[in-house]
């Protein structure tokens, strides 16, 4: 127990000393004021004359891709029906030509 003391003290007395080597933090210098050409956060509601129509802006572009998106599927359609009839004329062909001597 006497030596559980001793150490204990002895570790204490060597680590105080650390513990003062320590630098101290500097301090963080005030925050500047927002100058005119910075981001400033607005905290009061925005006027409506100010404020952008939003969902009206997000319908549009929400149907305009929609309107692209089906015009794409009209077309690969048309284009997968000239190759099916492509195919079955080089099919025609091909079983017309097989019974030639």
């Known amino acids: 127990m006497k030596r559980l003391a001793i150490a ?4 204490l007395l060597l680590l105080a000393p650390l513990g003062a080597l ?12 927002a100058a005119q050409d910075e981001f400033v956060p ?3 509601p925005v006027s409506p ?3 952008m129509p939003a969902p009206q802006l997000v319908a549009i572009a929400y149907g305009f ?3 692209v998106f089906f015009g794409y599927l009209a077309s690969v359609k048309m284009r997968l029906s000239k190759v099916e009839q492509e195919i079955d004329v080089v099919s025609r062909r091909a079983a017309g030509g097989s019974k030639r001597p």
């Open 65 to 67: 891709i929609w309107i």
């Open 22 to 33: 320590q630098q101290p933090t500097p301090q963080q210098p005030p925050p500047k004021p």
């Open 42 to 44: 607005v905290n009061e």
């Open 49 to 51: 004359q100010d404020a």
């Open 8 to 11: 204990t003290l002895m570790s």
